[in-house]
Each structure stands twice: as structure tokens, then as C-alpha cells.
């Protein structure tokens, strides 16, 4: 009976432990099969440096407590391990650790470079004759992984953008008679504009905010973008504009980094948010207002899609039954059976086919303008937002668990630089 | 039976529908007493434009539902009126708007500049032998009314920025080791910096986030608070900073204003909290991450405190009450009875005791180093985020009610240029 090695990669998400706590929940379920779940501390660095949680120490009760608490209870890394042929020793030393604790399984959470990694595992595992089972879990607010339908954290994230769209852009129509008349709300992804997309779904008829959607797909177009906010701005009296933090000009350079610069010269503090309300007000005149959502968004697990933790849930365990079914390098995947009413269900993938990846927003999901979403893309998001799932409170906040984090005694006698 | 005036003025807040909720439910239980409730469209300007709704025409369930609706149903204002001897003319525009529509009530929902305009109205009432019974309604985010413990709308952005640093201190916890050491978020209060203090409650024991609050109250020393994130991200691996968009320097300056300059020459783009967070990075090479909140704390109705709400509405109802007890020239203010168990009622105040006043954080509820909360802070912030009130969902958004907002016939033929 061999045990288990979890690890949380990169950014995190309001979900990211309900992944975790589903992953642990099966596990337990077959102790006849898994031994101990071994969570890696700030993840793939925690096994480079035989730095692990022992999950055995939990109780029932924390680890379920996983399921409502965001960020990554584990800890995180940003961490991408070279390729096979430039630092083999990473890769070695990782059998290494698992043969000293008797790791049969690897469940590695993260996005498009951890699938990567995860693969590459599977690979040198079978080179160096060392039975694993490599089962990636999917996970980023960025919902770009290919093949699964969408991404476990993004809806949540797309939930708390859509409301915060909703509720700031009544707070804007209240004051445009006298004061702030454009509003932007800068959101992430640097690369796919699904979290601004999702800023989309707080409108739902002709009018209604968010006037303006700036999509890193769509390259932006200053004079089209200043046309429309005056338009606008006249017809409705104020103008909210949600804008990703990967729009990009002309030129090809990202648009915050084409703003303002400081005393000594460094590049300007503000994200894109501000450059595109400053933008409406020397152009205009405007008095604006703007709002950086940063890690807000993506830890907002008070508002938590309920469908997106359901999912998350269900990928962690999934992983855990292919793993037992013996199914190795692949990553479960969700695919959408319907959208209306929204049915889903669990199916599996190659790692291979999500590694280094990236799905963006089809150009049929953004209208001819390039403004907006058209009703695919709503179709799209829309079951994804959908049902509470609100944490327990006390003292009037959210009752977030902290683990024990019991460390795995360690077995090897060399250490590991990373 | 005279008909009442309620306007909505300043800043709105996620609860002062809810106020507005009580006045006009209240209104409704003494149709013996109160005709028809105008609110005015704009807030005074409303009045003085003779554009008023009539939330007569509006049905039982709309009213209901303004409860739960963030944002200002019938339109805000940012204007002042004028002092009585400076725009007489504007006073007298009132009275005689007032006296075309039978108006006995002037209801005015705001702030400190609000209730000094809400008791010039009751002055010139009498100077021009003009019956009228003014009460004002607190609200604010600001939480800066003296007399009343706390201000309607302030609890609420309390609770959202004290959750969101929690959620977002759990977030770069994760993330510390490779990625993210300082994180800040930016929170309103120009000159009182209640709100930041409200993020103090994220933390509930040593070494919990935030790590660092930035108060007006406080001059920003630059080496004290450079040597304190040092401090935390050597101790706990990272450091959370909530900072007042309304810290100064000792030169007396908005730190905001300190920052960057565009290529036009303009000040920057960016508020405080992008300021500081570069700082850290100039002085100690910590990647940072920072969030503004901006309108979002102070519209985020989908976690506002049950408290809040409760008191947003119960300050409206009281503001009929008094009215019908003839009480003039007051605002129903919250009394705290205790506050382990929380206690209130509601009491009132002449307006003269609250109009142009302002309530700072005072010092005792300051830790010694000017960078945290104390206990006197905590017992006296806690309470008033206490208790959930959720909106109902529709498609996994907020259902947030539109008005019809049927239009007064108008009955002068002067108009009025404002």
C-alpha cells in the first residue's frame, strides 16, 4: 500500500483547498489502498525539499473545512521545473523523495506549466523504473486549460467580478449627475479574457453595465474606445468599463505599461484600470473613479460559485478513483453535458493534451464591436456563476480553517537547493 | 395630511436603500397622517428642479426589495447648498416647491453636509412661516457623524474590507514563499480612517494579517513603516498592509499625491496604496501585489452586515416617527446600550450637534506603534459587522430592484438653473 503526494501550484483560487479537501476525503475513503496523504509545503518545493504536510494529522473536521476556505492551505509556489534534458536532478531527486516515503501517488493542482510538470513526472518515473501515478488536478482563475470545459476557481472568480460589476455600477448611476461619470474595474488575466468576460454577465438588458468590456484578445483601439465612453456617457449618463490586465495597444506592448513613470524614472505604479480612466478624462473630461480587483478576486470565497466548488470537489476526488483505477498522466476534466438547465459531468484527459496550452476567448464570444459578449459567451458563463455557497460565519467573518500542518519527519540525509 | 420629501445625498452606501426602505414602509402604515412620499430625483436637486418621483406608484414588493438593493434607488447628489445669507434663492426655491406640492416632511439621507443643509431648510421654514418638519437620516461609510455611535452604511464596507483582507492575507500566505511578499489594499476614508480600522478585524491573534494599518490620524513616517514590513516579511514570510486612501506625509500632503507625474505632466494615476506598495519594493526588492476597492467596499450589499441593515432601516422608520411626533431639526442617531452581548436603540440628536462635525479614530483605539487596532477598537468595531443579510439570486447574481420612478407632474413654471 503506497502513499500519496498533493501539491498546490501556482496562483490559488477561493477553491483550490475544496480541490485539496476532495483529493484527502477519497483518499481516506480507500485506506485499504492509500496509505497517508503527504501534502507538499508550498508545493513542488515541498518534495524538492522533503517538506511535507502529514494530512493523516488533520481531523475529519479540518480537512473538511478545506472545502470553504480559500487560498492554498498548503502553500503555493510559483515555481516551473526545467525541462527533462536541462536539470534531470530535479526530477531525480523527486524519486528520490518518493521512494523514501513510499509514494505510489502524485496529484499535482495547478494550471498549464504544472500539467507540464506533472507529465514530465510521469515520464522520468518510467526511465528510472519507479512505479508512479501521476493525476493532474485542474485549477486557475484564468479558465485557459484546453479540453476540460472550464477551470475549477474560475467560476467563483467570475462570480464575484460579475456581482462587484452589478453593485458598483448602481453605486455609479446613483452619483453621475454630480460627480463620478466613468467607472473601470480592472480585473486579471494577462493572457484570456474570460475574468473580463465574466464582467459581462452583471448586465442582462440593452444598457445596462457594464458598458464597455477591454478583452487582451481584442487589440485595443484608443480613439473606438473614447468614442464609445462619450457615447455613453450620453445616453445613459455614465459609463462602466471592465478592463483585463492584458489589453494591449498597437504596438503589441501591455497598456499599463504604457502610462505614467515615477521620480527615478521606474515604470508607473498603477495597473491598466487607471490608464484607461485617466485616458476618458483628458480625452473628455470625465471625473472617474477605478477599482483593482488583484487577489480580491480570486480569493473571494465568501461569494464562491457553488457549481465552481462542486466542481473542484469533484476533480480532487476524481483524480484520486483514476488514480486507484490506475490511469496515469492524465487529468480529470469537466465536460458540460447542457447549458440550460447546466449539466455536467466528470471525464478524463491526457496530460499531454493540457500541457503549455492556453485557450482564449473565441472571437464568437466577443461582439463585432469588441465591446461586449454576445449571447454564446453568456450561455457559456452564465451556469458557471451559478448557486451560493457561503461559508460559515463568526464574529461576523468567515470562518476559515487553519491546519496543523504536521511535518513529515524526513528520511533523506542530503538536502536539495532549489 | 401633507405629503413628505426624501432625498438620498453624498455618497451612497450598500444600505441606504434600506433607509430609504423604512421611511417610505413607515409612511405607508400612517396613510392617516403622511399623503404621498416624493423622492427627490438626485437628491436636492431633485427638489430644487422640481424632478421627484413618486414612490406612491411603486409597488409593495419594489419597496420591499430596496432593502436589500445596494446603491441610491432615486439618485444621489454631491452638491451643498450654499449658506442661508450666500443663496437665499435656493432656500426659497424649496419652500416654494414644497408649498406646490403639500409638502409637510423633508426627509434628507446623508452626512455631516447634509444635516447643515437639512437644518438651513428648518430655519428658513420659519423665517418664511412655512410649516415643515425636517429630520435628517444618518449614513455614511465614513463612519465620521458624532453623537450616534455609528453611521448606517459604514458597518457594511466594514464587514466587506475586514473580509476581504482575510481572504486575500490567506491568499499571498500561499503564495510568500516564491512569489508576492507585501500585499496592500487601498480603503476609502478621506479623513477618518475608520474603514481601515475595520480591516484591523481580519485578525485575531499575533502575527495574523493585516500586518500594518496606515491611518489619517497618523503621519506617515516612511522609515517606521518600511522597517515594519521588513520586520513582518522576515517573521511571517510576508506582510499585509490596509491603507487609508487618506494618509498623509508630515509635509501635510495626501501620500497619493506624492507619487507619479504622466508624460503631461499630470499627477499620477494611481492612489495610495500602489505609493506604498512600490516603496517596500524600492527599499527591500519585495514583489508586491496591491487591490483598490474603491466603489466596491462601499456597494458590496452581497455581504453587508446584518446589523447595518437592520440599523439603515430602523434609522428611516425613527426618522417618520419623529416626524409624526413633531419632533424638527433632529436625526434619529444609534445608541449603544452594550457591547458583549451588542446592545442599541435608537435615540435622536439636534441637528445642530451633528451638521459639519467630524468623528476621527480616536487615539486610544490606535496601538501605540500607530500601525494597528486595540482592544477598545476591536469591542466597539466588531459588533457592527455581526450577522449576514443576504440578497436573494437570480442566475447566480444579486436580484437588485429597479424602480419605475413615475415622475410628479410638475406644478411650477419658473424653472430652476442649479
Same mark, same amino acid.
Given at each position: 500500500?503506497?502513499?500519496?503526494?498533493?501539491?498546490?501550484?501556482?496562483?490559488?483560487?477561493?477553491?483550490?483547498?475544496?480541490?485539496?479537501?476532495?483529493?484527502?476525503?477519497?483518499?481516506?475513503?480507500?485506506?485499504?489502498?492509500?496509505?497517508?496523504?503527504?501534502?507538499?509545503?508550498?508545493?513542488?518545493?515541498?518534495?524538492?525539499?522533503?517538506?511535507?504536510?502529514?494530512?493523516?494529522?488533520?481531523?475529519?473536521?479540518?480537512?473538511?473545512?478545506?472545502?470553504?476556505?480559500?487560498?492554498?492551505?498548503?502553500?503555493?509556489?510559483?515555481?516551473?521545473?526545467?525541462?527533462?534534458?536541462?536539470?534531470?536532478?530535479?526530477?531525480?531527486?523527486?524519486?528520490?523523495?518518493?521512494?523514501?516515503?513510499?509514494?505510489?501517488?502524485?496529484?499535482?493542482?495547478?494550471?498549464?506549466?504544472?500539467?507540464?510538470?506533472?507529465?514530465?513526472?510521469?515520464?522520468?518515473?518510467?526511465?528510472?523504473?519507479?512505479?508512479?501515478?501521476?493525476?493532474?488536478?485542474?485549477?486557475?482563475?484564468?479558465?485557459?486549460?484546453?479540453?476540460?470545459?472550464?477551470?475549477?476557481?474560475?467560476?467563483?472568480?467570475?462570480?464575484?467580478?460579475?456581482?462587484?460589476?452589478?453593485?458598483?455600477?448602481?453605486?455609479?448611476?446613483?452619483?453621475?449627475?454630480?460627480?463620478?461619470?466613468?467607472?473601470?474595474?480592472?480585473?486579471?488575466?494577462?493572457?484570456?479574457?474570460?475574468?473580463?468576460?465574466?464582467?459581462?454577465?452583471?448586465?442582462?438588458?440593452?444598457?445596462?453595465?457594464?458598458?464597455?468590456?477591454?478583452?487582451?484578445?481584442?487589440?485595443?483601439?484608443?480613439?473606438?474606445?473614447?468614442?464609445?465612453?462619450?457615447?455613453?456617457?450620453?445616453?445613459?449618463?455614465?459609463?462602466?468599463?471592465?478592463?483585463?490586465?492584458?489589453?494591449?495597444?498597437?504596438?503589441?506592448?501591455?497598456?499599463?505599461?504604457?502610462?505614467?513613470?515615477?521620480?527615478?524614472?521606474?515604470?508607473?505604479?498603477?495597473?491598466?484600470?487607471?490608464? &484607461?480612466?485617466?485616458?476618458?478624462?483628458? @480625452?473628455? =473630461? %470625465?471625473?472617474?473613479?477605478? !477599482?483593482?480587483?488583484? /487577489? #480580491?478576486?480570486?480569493?473571494?470565497?465568501?461569494?464562491?460559485?457553488?457549481?465552481?466548488?462542486?466542481?473542484?470537489?469533484?476533480?480532487?476526488?476524481?483524480?484520486?478513483?483514476?488514480?486507484?483505477?490506475?490511469?496515469?498522466?492524465?487529468?480529470?476534466?469537466?465536460?458540460?453535458?447542457?447549458?440550460?438547465?447546466?449539466?455536467?459531468?466528470?471525464?478524463?484527459?491526457?496530460?499531454?493534451?493540457?500541457?503549455?496550452?492556453?485557450?482564449? &476567448?473565441?472571437?464568437?464570444?466577443?461582439? @463585432?464591436? =469588441? %465591446?461586449?459578449?454576445?449571447? !454564446?459567451?453568456?450561455? /457559456? #458563463?452564465?451556469?458557471?456563476?451559478?448557486?451560493?455557497?457561503?461559508?460559515?460565519?463568526?464574529?461576523?467573518?468567515?470562518?476559515?480553517?487553519?491546519?496543523?500542518?504536521?511535518?513529515?519527519?524526513?528520511?533523506?540525509?542530503?538536502?536539495?537547493?532549489?
Amino acid at each position: 500500500m503506497k502513499n500519496a503526494f498533493y501539491a498546490q501550484s501556482g496562483g490559488v483560487t477561493a477553491v483550490i483547498n475544496a480541490s485539496a479537501c476532495g483529493v484527502i476525503e477519497t483518499a481516506r475513503k480507500h485506506r485499504n489502498k492509500i496509505g497517508k496523504v503527504y501534502a507538499g509545503r508550498h508545493g513542488i518545493l515541498g518534495a524538492l525539499t522533503e517538506d511535507m504536510i502529514d494530512t493523516s494529522k488533520e481531523s475529519r473536521a479540518a480537512i473538511s473545512a478545506l472545502r470553504h476556505t480559500p487560498g492554498g492551505a498548503f502553500g503555493s509556489a510559483r515555481y516551473k521545473l526545467a525541462g527533462l534534458d536541462k536539470n534531470r536532478a530535479q526530477y531525480a531527486r523527486l524519486i528520490d523523495i518518493f521512494r523514501a516515503h513510499d509514494i505510489g501517488y502524485f496529484f499535482y493542482n495547478g494550471g498549464n506549466d504544472s500539467m507540464d510538470t506533472a507529465q514530465k513526472v510521469s515520464e522520468i518515473a518510467v526511465q528510472m523504473s519507479y512505479p508512479i501515478t501521476c493525476v493532474g488536478i485542474p485549477k486557475t482563475v484564468d479558465n485557459d486549460l484546453p479540453v476540460t470545459d472550464c477551470c475549477p476557481g474560475f467560476g467563483s472568480a467570475a462570480k464575484y467580478i460579475a456581482i462587484s460589476t452589478r453593485e458598483a455600477a448602481l453605486d455609479v448611476a446613483s452619483m453621475a449627475r454630480t460627480s463620478t461619470k466613468v467607472f473601470v474595474l480592472e480585473v486579471m488575466g494577462r493572457h484570456a479574457g474570460w475574468m473580463a468576460a465574466a464582467g459581462g454577465l452583471a448586465g442582462e438588458k440593452a444598457g445596462d453595465a457594464p458598458h464597455i468590456i477591454l478583452f487582451p484578445e481584442i487589440t485595443f483601439d484608443r480613439e473606438l474606445f473614447l468614442a464609445k465612453v462619450k457615447l455613453c456617457v450620453q445616453k445613459y449618463g455614465y459609463c462602466v468599463v471592465v478592463v483585463s490586465e492584458g489589453v494591449r495597444g498597437p504596438d503589441g506592448k501591455f497598456l499599463a505599461e504604457a502610462g505614467t513613470k515615477d521620480a527615478f524614472g521606474h515604470a508607473q505604479l498603477g495597473g491598466v484600470g487607471p490608464v &484607461v480612466a485617466q485616458m476618458t478624462q483628458q @480625452a473628455w =473630461g %470625465f471625473k472617474f473613479h477605478w !477599482a483593482v480587483a488583484d /487577489y #480580491l478576486q480570486r480569493s473571494a470565497r465568501h461569494i464562491a460559485s457553488k457549481v465552481d466548488v462542486n466542481q473542484a470537489y469533484a476533480v480532487g476526488k476524481a483524480a484520486v478513483e483514476l488514480a486507484l483505477k490506475g490511469r496515469n498522466a492524465v487529468m480529470p476534466v469537466i465536460v458540460r453535458k447542457s447549458s440550460k438547465p447546466y449539466r455536467w459531468a466528470i471525464g478524463e484527459a491526457p496530460l499531454s493534451a493540457i500541457a503549455n496550452q492556453e485557450k482564449k &476567448v473565441p472571437r464568437n464570444f466577443i461582439t @463585432a464591436d =469588441g %465591446f461586449g459578449i454576445t449571447a !454564446a459567451c453568456r450561455n /457559456y #458563463l452564465s451556469p458557471l456563476i451559478g448557486g451560493e455557497d457561503y461559508p460559515p460565519y463568526r464574529n461576523g467573518l468567515p470562518s476559515y480553517v487553519s491546519l496543523k500542518g504536521v511535518s513529515v519527519v524526513k528520511r533523506l540525509r542530503t538536502p536539495f537547493v532549489v
